[in-house]
Nanobody, 119 residues
């Protein structure tokens, strides 16, 4: 059983930076994928980025490419989302998620952390 806990969300001004963390517990395997998603009220949850637990195979939502970077620290069992040049439209609850392979669905989810970008 994988458990995920996000942290790092807060209020930040447009143009600023923020780093979100996702601490994982339970057995993790190199073929697992770790993802970040976000959701605003009234809209569907949106994929932001993902990466293999072993590192590599990163992918990003087009609108965040070049501004956000996903990374993983296996020793700390933590996944990060570095967000730079933040925009008001990045405001959302950000969720960390895990799936066991590239073609599976994200089965494990954290509770979310609020990111608010003021203009």
């Amino acid at each position: 059983q994988v458990q995920l806990v996000e942290s790092g969300g807060r209020l930040v001004q447009a143009g600023g930076s923020l780093r979100l963390s996702c601490a994982a517990s339970g057995r993790m395997f190199s073929h697992y994928y770790m993802g970040w998603f976000r959701q605003v009220p009234g809209k569907e949850r949106e994929f932001v980025a993902d990466i293999m637990w072993s590192g590599g195979s990163e992918s990003y939502l087009g609108s965040v490419k070049g501004r956000f970077t996903i990374s993983v620290d296996n020793a700390k069992k933590t996944v990060y989302l570095q967000m730079n040049s933040l925009k008001p439209e990045d405001t959302a609850v950000y969720y960390c998620a895990c799936k066991i392979d590239a073609v599976g669905v994200y089965a494990y989810w954290g509770q979310g952390t609020q990111v608010t970008v003021s203009s």
